[in-house]
């Protein structure tokens, strides 16, 4: 049932970083600023993390598989509408559905997990789902580039369409609810609105301000990178084909569907595991500040496929979440910690547009404000993670 959920999330990252690929295709026949571009990628993730709480409620109240099979069908929906859309407004729109429909995507493989693996193992496991989903980077690496470069970047959402009704498919099939206990079953259930003040209550805990801050720049920063900037960045600077620029998205995807797994694996515990967050948080600021000021082609292949490495260190956020926070508030945390993941990207993603069309405006080079910006983010992150309240158990 597992793998039959994370097939919807291996869909959902291959929407998610489809940006980098078609980007050139998209400015071409729209003729999209770098501050569109980024409004474009940015609004699957606005949708995607504004429904996050909506679908913890859901999750709450209604189930795993009755919330995935319920939304999914908007991503396949947004998809053929970017397939054919006539203009940029069409294709905001397929972006939005598309975010609306894979919301509940990884929050279903996290609260799947919670629930059904004990606690120890729970970083672990999660880094090997994400792994797994993380195939769907491998596709908008290139396999779709390809596709992109034969036929047209409409030809990408065609694909992409018809695997998501696949995995509706096997989703329908495969998963079901567990029986509940008698117990479980005469409880009445909660309401929306006691679901909507569960997760007020999240917010009145101190150290929920430094999690959501730290949330807000680490995936957000790979996301930017692999799902919106590379693909411009290899093409314009050194004058990479859309195909060769998809080898070096899929090396540094391929990187990354093995590292959380690993860094699940070695999870050195609540308290040490704060310090390598910070650590590998600042690490990561340190190699796009590299590739912003330095200008070369071996750091700035060699610096994106090492991102794709270090973005594993992400998957210990998840298991910081499950220890910060008792056992009935673990499905609306991952709801709110996904939520602030995503919000994340849509505000780097934008902000790094704003960041590329203020420098191309001014005549300097838009690839080197855009690394600039994302490890200042990064930074701020670390540091409000750092020094604000942590959890009791730390």
């Known amino acids: 049932m597992l793998l039959a959920l994370v097939s919807g999330f291996a869909l959902s990252t291959a929407f998610r970083t489809v940006t980098a690929i078609i980007a050139t295709g998209l400015r071409a026949e729209f003729g999209l600023s770098a501050q569109a571009l980024g409004v474009f990628a940015g609004a699957f993730a606005f949708s995607f993390g504004t429904m996050q709480l909506f679908m913890g409620i859901a999750i709450d109240l209604y189930g795993v598989r009755r919330t995935l ?18 203009g940029y407004g069409a294709l905001l729109l397929g972006q939005v559905l598309i975010g609306v429909g894979c919301a509940p995507a990884f929050l279903v493989c996290t609260v799947f997990i919670a629930r059904h693996f004990p606690p120890e193992r729970f970083a672990m496991v999660s880094g090997a789902a994400l792994g797994v989903g993380g195939l769907g980077m491998l596709f908008t690496g290139t396999p779709l580039a390809w596709v992109v470069q034969q036929s047209s970047w409409r030809a990408g959402f065609g694909v992409l369409a018809g695997l ?13 609810e567990p029986a509940q206990p008698a117990a479980a079953n005469a409880a009445p259930r ?42 411009p960045l290899l093409i314009e600077r050194y004058g990479y084909s859309l195909v060769a620029s998809g080898n070096v998205a899929m090396l540094s995807s391929l990187l990354s569907l093995f590292t959380p797994a690993f860094f699940g694996r070695i999870d050195p515990g609540p308290a040490r595991r704060r310090r390598w967050l910070v650590g590998f948080t600042l690490l990561l600021a340190a190699l796009f500040a590299a590739i912003g000021l330095l200008h070369a082609e071996w750091l700035d292949v060699g610096g994106s496929i090492l991102t794709g490495l270090l973005s594993g260190y992400m998957v210990l956020q998840y298991a910081d979440v499950r220890s910060a926070y008792p056992a009935a508030m673990t499905g609306r945390a991952m709801a709110v910690f996904t939520m602030a993941l995503f919000l994340g990207v849509a505000l780097m993603q934008w902000v790094t547009g704003v960041a590329a069309s203020l420098a191309a405006a001014r005549g300097a080079d838009p690839y080197v404000a855009v690394m600039l910006t994302i490890a200042g983010m990064l930074a701020v992150g670390a540091a409000a993670f750092k020094v604000l309240p942590q959890p009791a158990n730390v």
């Open 190 to 231: 909660e309401s929306v609105g006691q679901a909507v003040r569960g997760f007020g209550a999240l917010f009145l805990l101190p150290h929920t301000a430094g999690i959501l801050l730290l949330a807000l720049m680490t995936y957000a920063s790979f996301l930017t990178l692999r799902g919106l900037w590379l693909g």
């Open 164 to 176: 998501s009704v696949l995995a509706w498919l096997l989703i329908f099939w495969k998963v079901r």
């Open 69 to 86: 099979l319920v939304a999914f069908p908007c991503a396949i929906a947004g998809a053929l509408l970017s397939a054919l859309a006539p």
